[in-house]
């Protein structure tokens, strides 16, 4: 069994890419166990095998203890560490070789908090990875970039698992602002210059040249696999990085 928690900011496609990639996993013969873990999402576009808002809901916690939305949230996944147990049980029955886990939309209130790292600890059944997904509409300008990039490495740190990012929403960019991402990551040069052409604030110029160079100094980051959660393209590759993870390989081909 592969735990696979679907991580990212606000908006950037998680719940889109749990369906795309559990139909594009379907349909290579695996069997596939969903669990949303986002107890204030409306909607999914899949039906979940396991869904947290049965256990807890956000909507039902704001109106019971006159909560604002973020504080529901927070109260709502405090609870369900309380709970991990049990809904790890309930993955473990489905007995799926994958399981993807869709985490609330809101990352700072579930990545950023202590009990993230314990519900994810928690809910890890054998190997498990994460997958942080960045938006490639955000990313496009190098400022943009570098803070992406920052987020994914702090959530590298707080999980401390194998961690892969994914550059989402491709089919929004040309090919050659695609190209120039993906060379931001790997020429520094590249993206300093980048930044220096761009920026006109010179304080945020020089505050994300520095960035950029602790990104590269702690170089745990590799180059993020370009996907489009919603055409499909790039799940074969997340795929190939994800089936490395699982047969105990290295994080990257
Ligand atoms: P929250 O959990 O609400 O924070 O959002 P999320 O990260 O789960 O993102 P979601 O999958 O809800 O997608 C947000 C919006 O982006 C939706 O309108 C999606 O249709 C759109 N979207 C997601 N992936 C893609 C993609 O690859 N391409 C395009 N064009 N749109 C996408």
Not at 152 to 181: C, G, W
Not at 219 to 230: D, F, K, N, V
């Amino acid at each position: 069994m592969f735990t696979v928690f679907i991580v990212g900011t606000a908006g950037s496609g998680k719940t889109t890419l749990v369906s795309a990639f559990a139909e594009w996993l379907e349909n290579n013969q695996y069997d596939v166990a969903l669990v949303n873990l986002d107890p204030a999402v409306e909607y999914v576009p899949y039906v979940p095998d396991i869904d947290i808002r049965d256990v807890v809901s956000a909507r039902e916690l704001m109106r019971k203890y006159k909560l604002g939305p973020n504080g529901s949230i927070i109260a709502a996944i405090d609870m369900l560490a309380v709970r991990a147990q049990e809904i790890k049980s309930q993955i473990m029955d489905i007995g799926a070789n994958y399981v993807l886990i869709d985490t609330p939309g809101q990352m700072e209130l579930f990545a950023f908090r202590s009990v993230g790292s314990v519900l994810i600890n928690r809910l890890s059944v054998d190997r498990s990875a994460a997958v942080f997904v960045i938006d490639a509409t955000q990313a496009q300008t190098p400022s943009g970039y570098v803070s992406s990039m920052l987020l994914a490495l702090s959530t590298q740190f707080r999980f401390n698992l194998s961690q892969v990012n994914v550059l989402n929403k491709i089919d929004l960019l040309d090919k050659p602002v695609i190209d120039e991402i993906l060379e931001w990551s790997e020429e520094t040069d590249l993206l300093k210059e980048a930044l220096l052409s761009d920026q006109v604030n010179k304080l945020e110029a020089d505050l994300s040249v520095r960035l950029s160079d602790v990104l590269t100094a702690v170089g745990t980051l590799s180059r993020p696999i370009p996907i489009s959660a919603r055409t499909g393209e790039g799940l074969d590759a997340l795929y190939r990085v994800l089936h490395n993870i699982y047969v105990g390989g290295s994080d990257y081909d």
